[in-house]
């Protein structure tokens, strides 16, 4: 890192997970491709193999620990950003590397295989936890489920995800947000063509399947260009499939100061996503409509006309 800084034997990554994904997994990436991680250690949470398996390094290490957010100051000085809203008001680094995960994952067999011909991938991530050590912010609640389900599952092969809904997978490490009781449960039984997450992840196991939890999920969103997903580190990672289109509902967070219009969500694609950015219930009920009319051409998701004219009026530059 120009000598300026001594890299550690064991590089070690304690925070949240879209924070890793952001600043730490894509430093790796640079670390490896520069040859300087041949005689280190990487050190992650649980389950997080599958985003470092590639690297030339001497061996990924996993803790069993809940994630915890870490302020700024107190991340690593070894890191070239701390920030992630900011990226400490210097942009994105020359020793940033982000990961072709579409590519990446695309190799990888989805089992079971979830017929898209006639209905394509759609993709909702969902939370319902304690956040800022309050209640729920971020969260897509019951009704509005239930109404954008009934709008999107006659024309979109729907996957439903909120980790949370099943017991915790073994090899996942937790976050320290934790999970509140919600009733989504009811609403998928109310819409039978909506697959729920962690069903596919049982059948998976059920036939025989190897992956862990996030390499399922990885190669999952490897085959999806729609995705739709509350405010947090989950949008964080849909951010890294290029070419999509990514509706967010934000009510609350330090995205807003930069990350949608100007930050990440812009960078860590080759095609960064196309994103619109919804401040209310009823906002992304009135989005849904940038979905229809679709298609994709050369691994990039395009829209029609109206439906690019529609997409301005979720500008993130209008996230203030």
């Given at each position: 890192m120009n000598g300026r800084i001594l890299l550690p034997d064991v590089l070690e990554y304690t925070g949240e997970f879209g924070t890793e994904l952001v600043l730490f997994t894509p430093f790796c990436e640079w670390l490896s491709k520069e040859g300087l991680l041949r005689t280190r250690r990487i050190r992650t949470y649980r389950g997080m193999r599958c985003f470092y398996d590639e690297l030339d390094c001497l061996e990924v290490l996993e803790k069993d620990?809940?994630?915890?957010?870490?302020?700024?100051?107190?991340?690593?000085s070894w890191l070239p950003v701390k920030n992630e809203h900011t990226f400490d008001g210097l942009g994105r680094p020359a020793e940033h590397i982000y990961p072709d995960l579409r590519a990446k994952f695309a190799k990888l067999r989805l089992l079971p295989e979830i017929g898209t011909a006639d209905r394509p991938l759609l993709i909702v991530h969902n939370k319902h936890n304690v956040e800022w050590g309050s209640g729920p912010v971020n969260h897509i609640p019951l009704a509005t489920l239930d109404a954008l389900f009934g709008s999107l599952e006659r024309d979109f092969t729907v996957v439903y995800i909120r980790h949370g809904i099943a017991p915790m997978e073994p090899g996942?490490?937790?976050?320290?947000?934790?999970?509140?009781?919600?009733?989504?449960?009811?609403?998928?039984?109310?819409?039978?063509?909506?697959?729920?997450?962690?069903?596919?992840?049982?059948?998976?196991?059920?036939?025989?399947?190897?992956?862990?939890?996030?390499?399922?999920?990885?190669?999952?969103?490897?085959?999806?260009?729609?995705?739709?997903s509350s405010q947090g580190g989950g949008s964080?990672?849909?951010?890294?499939?290029?070419?999509?289109?990514?509706?967010?509902?934000?009510?609350?967070?330090?995205?807003?100061?930069?990350?949608?219009?100007?930050?990440?969500?812009?960078?860590?694609?080759?095609?960064?996503?196309?994103?619109?950015?919804?401040?209310?219930?009823?906002?992304?009920?009135?989005?849904?409509?940038?979905?229809?009319?679709?298609?994709?051409?050369?691994?990039?998701?395009?829209?029609?006309?109206?439906?690019?004219?529609?997409?301005?009026?979720?500008?993130p530059s209008s996230v203030s």
């Open positions: 620990e809940p994630r915890r957010w870490v302020p700024h100051q107190e991340r690593p996942f490490s937790p976050d320290h947000n934790v999970a509140l009781p919600f009733a989504d449960r009811e609403v998928l039984a109310r819409h039978p063509d909506v697959l729920c997450f962690d069903d596919l992840y049982a059948a998976h196991r059920a036939q025989g399947g190897t992956q862990d939890l996030n390499t399922f999920k990885n190669v999952l969103y490897s085959r999806c260009y729609r995705f739709l964080y990672q849909m951010a890294l499939f290029s070419g999509s289109l990514l509706v967010i509902l934000h009510r609350r967070g330090r995205e807003e100061i930069l990350s949608y219009a100007g930050g990440f969500f812009n960078f860590m694609a080759t095609v960064p996503p196309k994103l619109a950015i919804c401040r209310t219930e009823n906002q992304l009920l009135r989005a849904l409509p940038l979905f229809a009319s679709t298609t994709v051409s050369q691994d990039k998701l395009l829209l029609s006309p109206a439906n690019e004219r529609l997409l301005a009026d979720f500008a």
